[in-house]
């Protein structure tokens, strides 16, 4: 296994549109996090999971988003009715489950909404 | 809540000197993370540095060094001999000891000129 992965690496959908990302963490590591970057600011954290369960959500998240990870491995982020206040790098990242872990961060999924 | 200041946008190094990149933070709490990661263009954040709040030893790693000031709330980042290869954003982070979610800096984006 070589990192977190995440797909796709680029979306562009038409405001009101439904869209969904796919992130695959590295396989022994039981957290996973989105967070979501915007330009010239550092990431800003959105949800995570331990295993199956998200245990914590931002006020970030608003109705419009949802994030599962139904076997507790990979894991998607789905946006409904995109606004253009959306676009933004989401990111994916990983992490063992003991309090020195670091986390992995994916490559990201840029989208723009237009 | 935490807060982690940035306060250099931009700096600019040349080839083979050092550079220092400044971070503080906000948090009440005794026990804790700090990391400095790096964003190279278009490519994924990579772990550059972690120093634990508890270990009063500033962490190095190769060429790459803290300076952390517990009281003072205080982690820079200090670049030695720096290389082409060292361009990219650098965005310092803080997470609770007990927590996993990270809180990010808005970001230095380091040139080096050959």
């Known amino acids: 296994d070589t990192g977190v992965s995440q797909d796709p690496r680029h979306k562009i959908t038409k405001r009101g549109q439904n869209v969904t990302f796919r992130c695959d963490p590295i396989?022994?590591?039981?957290?996973l996090y989105w967070y979501r970057q915007t330009l010239g600011q550092g990431p800003e954290f959105l949800t995570y999971?331990?295993?199956?369960?998200?245990?914590?959500k931002s006020r970030l998240l608003s109705d419009r988003f949802s994030a599962e990870r139904p076997k507790g491995s990979f894991s998607t982020l789905e946006i409904q009715r995109t606004e253009q206040g959306d676009s933004a790098m989401y990111l994916c990242a990983s992490s063992l489950d003991n309090s020195r872990a670091e986390q992995y961060f994916g490559p990201g999924t840029r989208l723009t909404v237009t | 809540a935490q807060t982690v200041t940035q306060s250099q946008p931009e700096m600019s190094v040349q080839e083979a000197e050092t550079v220092t990149l400044s971070c503080t933070y906000d948090?009440?709490?005794?026990?804790?993370?700090l990391f400095w990661y790096k964003q190279p263009p278009s490519r994924q954040m990579i772990l550059v540095i972690r120093?634990?709040?508890?270990?009063?030893q500033n962490a190095t790693e190769n060429r790459f060094s803290v300076n952390f000031q517990k009281a003072a709330k205080s982690f820079s980042l200090k670049i030695s001999d720096s290389q082409l290869g060292d361009a990219a954003m650098y965005f310092c982070?803080?997470?609770?000891?007990?927590?996993?979610?990270?809180?990010f800096g808005s970001g230095t984006k380091l040139n080096v000129k050959p």
């Open positions: 396989s022994e590591h039981n957290r």
């Open positions: 999971f331990q295993n199956e369960a998200q245990l914590e």
């Open positions: 948090t009440s709490e005794s026990d804790y993370y």
């Open positions: 982070a803080y997470r609770d000891y007990n927590f996993n979610k990270f809180y």
């Open positions: 120093q634990e709040a508890y270990k009063q």
